[in-house]
């Protein structure tokens, strides 16, 4: 990537119109999901899904709900020669803290070496995630609902399973291919790490700690915890300090 020409925030765009760029623009959607077409071609995203969307190319984002993204514009673009890129993020958010950083280095610092220094990570990210293993489109989806709802208590996998067009059982077992456990066992390990983050060189309470893992009950928890890591939370913590 070469010169960096800008970035921006968009909060709730419903429809945004066909337009193109003389530049690359590289999309990162935070909230919501839709379909952005790029020269007739639709590609659906979802919270974490990264489009970069080649110079003169006609796109267009809709959505029903409405979303959310930082998008930045580039002059060059070393991965692709002139056709659309679409990774999704990873599990630890990796390239939205990059994102962010560029943002903010952008309009707070303006410090040009830092800016350049974090777009060539962010083309390195995005190398690396294109020779990663594809996920099949249904997992894809439910690993970001996962991730995007751990600390919610009322959370149901199998109410976002059935908003998929295929049965529960081909979405379970496409599941287990792609990620290597069950959508349950997939929560269960997003929210025992969230967990053991949370008590690092904090004083926060196991209720509290539980509460923000999506766990309403904190003896619930601990017993989970326990039966994951072979000990309980509380234990866990002072091997720490």
């Not at 193109?20 to 935070?30: F, G, K, L, P, V």
């Not at 639709?42 to 709900?65: K, N």
């Not at 070393?78 to 993020?89: A, E, F, G």
């Not at 379970?172 to 349950?184: A, Q, T, Y």
Request: proline share 5%; glycine share 6%.
């Amino acid at each position: 990537m070469k010169d960096l020409f800008g970035t921006g925030k968009a909060v709730l765009i419903y429809p945004y119109g066909k337009h193109h760029h003389s530049h690359w623009e590289i999309m990162y959607y935070c909230e919501g999901t839709g379909v952005n077409t790029i020269d007739g071609v639709r590609y659906r995203f979802v919270p974490g899904t990264i489009i970069c969307q080649p110079p003169f190319l006609d796109h267009e984002d809709i959505s029903q709900s409405g979303f959310k993204c930082i998008n930045i514009v580039v002059n060059d673009f070393d991965l692709s020669d002139r056709l659309p890129v679409i990774v999704q993020d990873t599990g630890n958010h990796d390239f939205l803290t990059v994102f962010n950083q560029i943002y903010n280095e952008f309009h707070n610092e303006n410090d040009l070496n830092v800016t350049n220094s974090l777009l060539n990570i962010l083309t390195i990210y995005i190398s690396r995630r294109l020779k990663e293993k594809p996920l099949s489109p249904h997992t894809d989806y439910l690993k970001n609902e996962i991730i995007n709802n751990f600390a919610d208590p009322d959370f149901s996998i199998l109410e976002t399973i059935e908003k998929l067009p295929a049965s529960k059982s081909h979405v379970r077992l496409m599941f287990e291919n792609d990620v290597g456990m069950s959508p349950k066992e997939y929560l269960k390990s997003v929210r025992m790490e969230q967990a053991k983050k949370l008590m690092e060189g904090s004083s926060r309470l196991i209720s509290e700690i539980s509460f923000r893992c999506g766990y309403a009950d904190p003896f619930y928890f601990s017993r989970i915890f326990r039966k994951h890591f072979g000990i309980n939370p509380r234990e866990w913590r002072k091997t720490q300090k």
